[in-house]
């Protein structure tokens, strides 16, 4: 079992928005501001799509964007396109003991 | 530009020693804030931290696994390698080396090395 929740899925239609969300604790995601969010093609690494809550790296697309409130850290992506289509992964800090810990991913299907 | 490659066995029994290299480039871990970690992916489940070293030696490990895992790094090669002791069929995974921020993001990785346990 993930330290961090996230749905097993979620879908949405090209050009339409959708949120995952991760829901961690007081320890990790409430009490620090270092949630990043990473994209994993099947057979492929993962590659950061968003750091530090809110912040995207050179060369991700604006349509990727993060927020947090309380325990729980959100990624949102508008405009679907059919290459978002694949699996996410929220992290954050947690503490100089138990250091990062991982969401247990999401499912992203483009319909 | 950096990059990142892990190398090892691809099989390895249980009960045995794996040992993985990280090879990189793009970047010195002699420099102060650089720090690599490791990861897992069991096949078909979530990421796993496993480990990190920082330019300082400064090292982390997972809590469930740190009696198992050793880092250490050849920073004349450029290379981190991580250690895992008593191999089971449950650490069959893909592994990854990434370079980690000091506030805590992954920003590149490597292609990752699948291992499978098995007699």
């Known amino acids: 079992q993930s330290a961090l929740t996230q749905p097993a899925s979620v879908s949405g239609s090209p050009g339409q928005s959708i949120t995952i969300s991760c829901t961690g604790t007081?320890?990790?995601?409430?009490?620090?501001?270092?949630v990043s969010w990473y994209q994993q093609h099947p057979g492929k690494a993962p590659k950061l799509m968003i750091y530090?809550?809110?912040k995207r790296p050179s060369g991700v697309s604006n349509r990727f964007s993060g927020s947090k409130s309380g325990n729980t850290a959100s990624l949102t992506i508008s405009g679907l396109q059919a290459e978002d289509e694949a699996d996410y992964y929220c992290?954050?800090?947690?503490?100089?003991?138990?250091?990062?810990?991982f969401g247990g991913g999401t499912k992203l299907t483009v319909l | 530009q950096v990059t990142l490659r892990e190398s090892g066995p691809a099989l390895v029994k249980p009960t045995q020693t794996l040992t993985l290299t990280c090879t990189f480039s793009?970047?010195?871990?002699?420099?102060?804030?650089?720090?690599v970690s490791w990861i897992r992916q069991p096949p078909g489940k979530a990421l796993e931290w496993l480990a990190r070293?920082?330019?300082?030696?400064?090292?982390y490990y997972s809590t469930s696994l740190k009696t198992r895992l050793t880092i250490s790094k050849d920073t004349s090669k450029n290379q981190v390698v991580l250690t895992m002791t008593n191999m089971d069929p449950v650490d069959t995974a893909t592994y990854y080396c990434?370079?980690?921020?000091?506030?805590?993001?992954?920003?590149?990785w490597g292609q990752g090395t699948l291992v499978t346990v098995s007699s």
């Open positions: 990434a370079r980690i921020s000091y506030r805590y993001y992954f920003d590149y």
């Open positions: 793009g970047f010195s871990l002699s420099t102060s804030g650089m720090c």
């Open positions: 070293i920082d330019w300082d030696d400064d090292k």
């Open positions: 007081s320890s990790d995601v409430g009490s620090y501001n270092l």
């Open positions: 530090e809550v809110s």
């Open positions: 992290c954050s800090y947690a503490g100089s003991s138990t250091h990062v810990v």
